[in-house]
């Protein structure tokens, strides 16, 4: 089983919707989450870091964690055309991170 | 601002060649990492470094030699070039490993 698994699409939303990108996790001891957002032919740039359960906001970003089902979840209210890239989950381990497969996201407008 | 620098960005080898992709950051890290990206399977770690002096195996290690003998460079060595191995390759270094990490454009290899 992968540490991390991540459906890797690809979801094609219109302009303005909301979009919802999940992944799972295998290892409860699992501390810290990340949200990588990688453009076309680019490298992965960070949207967001959270720590243990529950919500964090950053604009029109919202990063969540539910340690109870082992599930991350990252939500774009009123996406953009400039939204679409690939978007990656990842967790740390001592000195590692693991990601999942990546989802591609394409916003139509 | 540099950050993490990755040459050559486009490489086509032949199959047994071998040849190094160079990675240098100039954010003073200390931890670099190497991850090759594949189609439907993620960001793979193949190697890292938590200093200089200092080198481990990641996920996919076979194939791929590494040595980190200053801060700033951590370049990833193909020993024999195999068609397994055409892949897009990211250098990434963070402060220590456990906080954000800052990726190269990354090479794009292609091996025939």
């Known amino acids: 089983q992968k540490e991390v698994e991540q459906d890797p699409g690809p979801l094609s939303v219109p302009e303005g919707a909301i979009v919802s990108l999940n992944c799972t996790y295998s290892?409860?001891?699992?501390?810290?989450f990340m949200w990588y957002r990688q453009y076309s032919r680019k490298g992965p740039e960070l949207l967001m870091y959270?720590?243990?359960?529950g919500n964090k906001e950053d604009g029109r970003f919202t990063a969540q964690v539910d340690k109870s089902s082992k599930y991350i979840s990252l939500f774009i209210r009123d996406s953009q055309p400039s939204d679409s890239a690939t978007y990656l989950c990842?967790?740390?381990?001592?000195?590692?991170?693991?990601f999942g497969a990546g989802t591609i996201l394409r916003v139509k407008s | 601002n540099a950050g993490v620098t990755q040459t050559p960005k486009f490489q086509v080898l032949k199959t047994g060649q071998s040849m190094t992709l160079q990675c240098a950051q100039d954010?003073?890290?200390?931890?670099m990492s190497w991850y090759r990206q594949d189609p439907g399977m993620g960001l793979r770690l193949i190697h890292y470094?938590?200093?200089?002096?200092?080198?481990d195996q990641g996920e996919v290690p076979n194939g791929y030699n590494v040595s980190r003998s200053t801060t700033e460079d951590f370049p990833l060595r193909l020993l024999s070039a195999a068609p397994s191995q055409t892949s897009v390759y990211f250098c990434?270094?963070?402060?220590?490993?456990?906080?954000?990490?800052?990726f190269g454009q990354g090479t794009r290899l292609t091996v025939v």
């Open positions: 290892n409860s001891a699992f501390q810290y």
């Open positions: 470094s938590v200093g200089a002096g200092i080198t």
């Open positions: 990842a967790t740390l381990t001592p000195n590692k991170l693991v």
């Open positions: 959270t720590y243990s359960s």
């Open positions: 954010m003073n890290h200390e931890y």
């Open positions: 990434a270094s963070s402060q220590d490993g456990n906080t954000e990490a800052f």
